[in-house]
């Protein structure tokens, strides 16, 4: 008996899509990704990771603010931004390190900013994991879970009143599905065919809460089903799986076909953030069983057994990248942080006469 388009829909938003296996190996007859672009890729992977744990231990040794870890879900990162154009724009959530590096921002850019230094952007008003770069059409987040979403949604539509082909492409965590925003956001696209891309990085925990005990839904792609358009489930630590499912998304967007929603099923092998303590909620067991998927390992597997690395290469690589961020980082924490007048800065069109007042006193005094 055949199946109805509906049957197969839900059919899809169950099966877990995969074309790299743990293990290195294709499931498919070819890779979507020419040679160079799987190295690029992996590069990039690995600097999220060394970066990541870089700025894990300068948080505990107090020389950074709170920091929101990346690690375990680079795949799902740099995969999904290597479907995007450049006119395209990305809509992350905090813990998306991976995507702001593979849009280039430069490193010195994104040390300023994660150190709150007087040459970061954003003179230091924000949480070092609240990224947003125009140049690099990264839209600045906001800290309240799901709140981006919507205006993903209400991007994509305003492009497309100018005639513009715009594709928008929102991450969150899968605890952002609970929220209110998440269904105003799902509902107004899929009534209105918007070209986003809603990406779940589903990495089992929201903060502390497994996803299982904050949806009956069986998976989070199926809930695109309610909103009148597909979900797909696909492998998170998978590079090639994530990409080619949001190339396809992002494709059928641009053509004005709608939304789609990608559940990366993925995992932190961290802490939420810093001011966590993982220990008390999962097992380590369980972090260890998720190592053996680790999406670094296995993209390195399949580079090196089609003879494109070697262990040699991979040294060398890591020791390049290690020398570039200490150089950064060092660089970063010797710029002062920003004069305190810029606190008033691009936010009063006039200043207050008692603001300039006592700047004129401070500035005697001084």
């Known amino acids: ?31 979507p990704l020419m040679a160079g672009d799987m190295h690029q890729a992996y590069r990039n992977m690995l600097l999220t990771r060394i970066l990541d744990e870089k700025l894990v231990a300068l948080q505990r040794q107090g020389r950074m603010g709170t920091y929101v870890s990346a690690s375990g879900q680079e795949a799902s990162q740099v995969g999904s931004m290597l479907a995007l154009k450049d006119t395209d724009w990305v809509f992350p959530m905090y813990r998306d390190l991976g995507m702001v590096i593979q849009r280039n921002v430069p490193l010195e850019v994104l040390m300023n900013k994660l150190f709150g230094n007087g040459k970061d952007l954003s003179l230091g008003r924000d949480l070092p994991n609240a990224f947003g770069w125009r140049k690099q059409r990264i839209f600045t987040l906001a800290a309240p879970i799901a709140s981006h979403l919507q205006i993903a949604v209400g991007f994509a539509m305003a492009a497309s009143y100018r005639g513009e082909k715009v594709v928008t492409l929102s991450s ?13 956001s799902m509902n107004f696209a899929g009534v209105y065919k918007v070209a986003t891309v809603f990406l779940c990085e589903n990495n089992q925990y929201a903060i502390s809460v497994p996803v299982t005990r904050q949806t009956a839904s069986r998976n989070i792609a199926v809930k695109a089903r309610a909103y009148g358009f597909g979900g ?15 190339k396809d998304a992002v494709e059928k967007a641009r053509r004005g ?3 789609t929603l ?18 008390k909620y999962r097992s380590t067991d369980e972090v260890e069983q998720w190592r053996k998927r680790d999406p670094l390992i296995r993209l390195r597997l399949y580079l090196e057994k089609s003879s494109s690395w070697n262990e040699s290469a991979d040294t ?15 660089r970063a924490e010797k710029i002062p942080p920003p004069p305190a007048e810029t606190m008033f800065s691009d936010v009063y069109a006039h200043l ?6 006592e700047e004129k006193n401070e500035l005697d005094s001084g």
């Open 172 to 184: 969150f965590g899968d605890g952002a599905t609970s929220s209110g925003e998440f269904h105003v």
């Open 232 to 246: 797909v489930r696909v492998d998170g630590n998978d590079l090639l799986a994530v990409y080619s499912a949001t």
């Open 1 to 31: 008996m055949e199946l109805s388009e509906s049957e197969l829909i839900d059919q899809k938003s169950d099966e877990l899509f995969q074309i790299l296996r743990p293990d290195g190996t294709l499931s498919f007859p070819s890779s």
């Open 316 to 330: 060398k690589l890591r020791k390049e990248l290690e020398t570039m961020v200490n150089e950064q980082i060092a």
């Open 262 to 279: 990608i559940e990366c099923v993925t995992y932190r092998l961290g802490a939420h953030s810093t001011s966590d303590d993982w220990k």
């Open 352 to 357: 207050f006469p008692n603001f300039v007042e």
């Open 257 to 259: 076909d709608g939304p």
